[in-house]
Antibody, heavy 116, light 109 residues
C-alpha cells in the first residue's frame, strides 16, 4: 500500500534552515509528482511547491521562491524540502503529498517549530 | 491565483442531518481539478472527492460532490459521529499551483 513516511518534529532557531524528509513506498516513486503543503497551528493549508521525482524539476510558490529547495533521492525513494532563513511564522506542520490525478496520499506531517 | 472561498465558516448540525458545504472560486476551475478533504485534529487531510464529483477509494457514499465553473458543493447526506471535522476544498489544475479554501468546520449542535 502507498505510504509517505515523515519524521516527527524539528526545533530550529530563527535564521536557521530545516530539511524535512518524506520516504515513499508502495508505488513507483519516480512516476508521480510530490508536493509540499504546510499548515500553521490552527490555520489552513498552504501550498509550497512540487518536485518531479523523475526529472528533478521543481515549481515553487512565489511566496517561497528563494527560500525553499525541493530535492529527491531516487535510490531511496525519498523527497526533501529545505526551507532557509526561518522565521517564527514558519512554525507549522509540513506535509508531503503525492499527486496522481489528484492529491491522493499525504504524509503524516513534520512539525517544525521556530523559536529562539 | 484562483482564490477559493468556503461557506459557511462553521456548520452546527446533529448526527443524522444533512450537511451542505459551499466552495466558490474567484475564476473558473476546470472541474477535473477540484477536490475536497476532511481533516480531524492531529491528522493529515484525507481526500474525499476529486474531479469535483468522484469519491476517493474507501469514502462512504454519504459523501458527494457536485458543481462546475466557479461553484462547488460537498454534501454529506446523513452525518455520522465521525464526520464532525474540518473540510477543505482545493483546486489543483493550474500551472500556478494549488490553492485551498479556508475551511468549513462541521460541529455537533
Amino acid at each position: 500500500q502507498v505510504q509517505l513516511v515523515q519524521f516527527g518534529a524539528e526545533v530550529k532557531k530563527p535564521g536557521a534552515s530545516v530539511r524535512v524528509s518524506c520516504k515513499a513506498s508502495g508505488y513507483t516513486f519516480t512516476g508521480y509528482y510530490m508536493h509540499w503543503v504546510r499548515q500553521a497551528p490552527g490555520q489552513g493549508l498552504e501550498w509550497m511547491g512540487w518536485i518531479n521525482p523523475n526529472s528533478g524539476s521543481t515549481n515553487y510558490a512565489q511566496k517561497f521562491e528563494g527560500r525553499v529547495t525541493m530535492t529527491r533521492d531516487t535510490s531511496i525513494s525519498t523527497a526533501y524540502m529545505e526551507l532557509s532563513r526561518l522565521r517564527s511564522d514558519d512554525t507549522a506542520v509540513y506535509y508531503c503529498v503525492r499527486e496522481y490525478r489528484s492529491p491522493d496520499y499525504w504524509g503524516q506531517g513534520t512539525l517544525v517549530t521556530v523559536s529562539s | 491565483e484562483i482564490v477559493l472561498t468556503q461557506s459557511p465558516g462553521t456548520l452546527s448540525l446533529s448526527p443524522g442531518e444533512r450537511a451542505t458545504l459551499s466552495c466558490r472560486a474567484s475564476q473558473t476551475v476546470t472541474s477535473s481539478y477540484l477536490a475536497w478533504f476532511q481533516q480531524k485534529p492531529g491528522q493529515a487531510p484525507r481526500l474525499l472527492i476529486y474531479a469535483a464529483s468522484n469519491r476517493a477509494t474507501g469514502v462512504p457514499d454519504r459523501f458527494s460532490g457536485s458543481g462546475s465553473g466557479t461553484d462547488f458543493t460537498l454534501t454529506i447526506s446523513r452525518l455520522e459521529p465521525e464526520d464532525f471535522a474540518v473540510y477543505y476544498c482545493q483546486q489543483y489544475g493550474t500551472s500556478a499551483g494549488w490553492t485551498f479554501g479556508q475551511g468549513t468546520k462541521v460541529e455537533i449542535k
